[in-house]
């Protein structure tokens, strides 16, 4: 075997089914008659030794003859699998793995990502520990991130869609049917919603922007609230608390449309 080649002692052939040692010099055992007549065998006694097992030079030739043969496949699996054992199959995995280039340490992985994508570090660092436990190679599993962060991607695009659609014609509904068509009117109201929901976003007693801003990331989408029962519902409420100081207090009563949904921010409020 030469130097640096994967040993998968388990595929090599072996002509009569046995091993490869036994024979001239492995404690006594004569060698077999012919062998007196290889010049070779006289100063290679490892070479002596590994034909030790055949008889006559007859099967010695018919043995080097098969392992000619077979030697092109070296990686001859039994037809059945099941008949590997554990260590073989430990032993086939790690084989395979170094001949794929995969790292000795789930760190040995370089993974990138571009700003912004939707993974963090302790992401990364999870799909690299799979990746080892797995023996995905380096390539392979750079181009699995790449193609999750691309499918993300994708679904935050189509999810954006159909935000953006909803919350437009929740708009034209509120905009016709609860401020009678004026644009002024409706922002006014939406205004005074969006001031009365701040109001809960606090932290230690104090208004905190943080709060509000993951908050509204839920509830709004340009500006707009998208679920129409929402805004119907805090209206009043939104009147009675904010409606004053300059802001619209009186757009008429709230239609009764829909009925409020359930934040955690508003609880107990």
């Known amino acids: 075997m030469t130097e640096g080649m994967i040993r998968f002692p388990m595929f090599f052939y072996s002509p009569d089914g046995g091993g490869g040692d036994g024979g001239a010099g492995d404690g006594g055992t004569p060698a077999p008659e012919w062998h007196g007549d290889v010049a070779y065998f006289q100063d290679n006694p ?46 086939l995995k790690a084989g395979v793995a170094k001949l794929n280039g995969v790292p000795d340490t789930p760190d040995g992985y370089e993974i990138t990502a571009p700003d912004g994508a939707a993974i963090d570090e302790q992401g990364i660092a999870d799909f690299k520990a799979f990746a080892h436990e797995h023996g995905i190679d380096p390539k392979t599993a750079q181009g699995l991130v790449d193609f999750q962060l691309a499918f993300v991607d994708r679904l935050n695009k189509a999810r954006g869609k159909v935000i953006e659609g909803m919350t437009n014609a929740n708009y034209k509904t509120f905009l016709n049917e609860d401020c009678g068509g004026d644009k002024e009117v409706a922002g006014a109201r939406l205004e005074m919603v969006k001031n009365y929901l701040q109001t809960f976003c606090t932290k230690d007693g104090k208004p905190d922007p943080k709060t509000w801003e993951s908050f509204s990331a839920r509830i709004m989408h340009n500006d707009r609230m998208i679920e129409l ?10 009147q009675m608390k904010v409606g004053t100081g300059g802001a619209p207090g009186s757009f008429g009563q709230p239609t009764g449309k829909g009925g409020a949904l359930s934040y955690a921010e508003m609880d107990g409020k």
Do not use: C, N, V, W
Not at 229 to 238: F, I, S, T
């Open 229 to 238: 029962p929402l805004l119907r519902a805090l209206h009043e409420a939104a």
């Open 46 to 91: 490892e070479a002596a030794k590994a034909f030790g097992k055949y008889k006559t030079m007859d099967d010695a030739f018919k043995g080097a003859h098969e392992a000619i043969k077979r030697f092109g496949k070296p990686y001859h699996l039994p037809e059945d699998g099941s008949k590997l054992t554990d260590a073989q199959r430990a032993e």
